[in-house]
Nanobody, 123 residues
Framework: QVQLVESGGGLVKSGGSLTLSCAAS????????LGWFRQTPGKEREFVTV????????YYNSSVKGRFTVSVDKAKNTMYLRMNSLQPEDTAVYYC????????????????WGQGTQVTVSS
């Protein structure tokens, strides 16, 4: 089991940018695929993006494609989510997770989760 720690959330104006980080605390990632999800109150956790850092394959939710970019620095055991052109509808708690098995787009495929970091976009 890997402890994941997110950071980088905050308050930003519409059109602004943020970069989130997800670090594996104390050890390396044990899966080559890592994902970002987000959640707003009363709603299910929503897939944002996933990366296989060995193959470089990435998938994005259509709502963020072209604005968000996921990357991994293996030397630092850290995954990043660069978010540009942020909109109020991007406001959520963002979670990183380590892929285990199954469909990438569902939370059930991930077995290690961070505690989440709040992103708030003001209009």
């Amino acid at each position: 089991q890997v402890q994941l720690v997110e950071s980088g959330g905050g308050l930003v104006k519409s059109g602004g940018s943020l970069t989130l980080s997800c670090a594996a605390s104390g050890r390396t990632f044990t899966s080559n695929s890592l994902g970002w999800f987000r959640q707003t109150p009363g709603k299910e956790r929503e897939f944002v993006t996933v990366i296989n850092y060995e193959s470089g394959t990435r998938y994005y939710n259509s709502s963020v494609k072209g604005r968000f970019t996921v990357s991994v620095d293996k030397a630092k055991n850290t995954m990043y989510l660069r978010m540009n052109s942020l909109q109020p509808e991007d406001t959520a708690v963002y979670y990183c997770a380590q892929y285990y098995n199954g469909n990438y787009f569902y939370t059930s495929a991930y077995n290690d989760w961070g505690q989440g970091t709040q992103v708030t976009v003001s209009s």
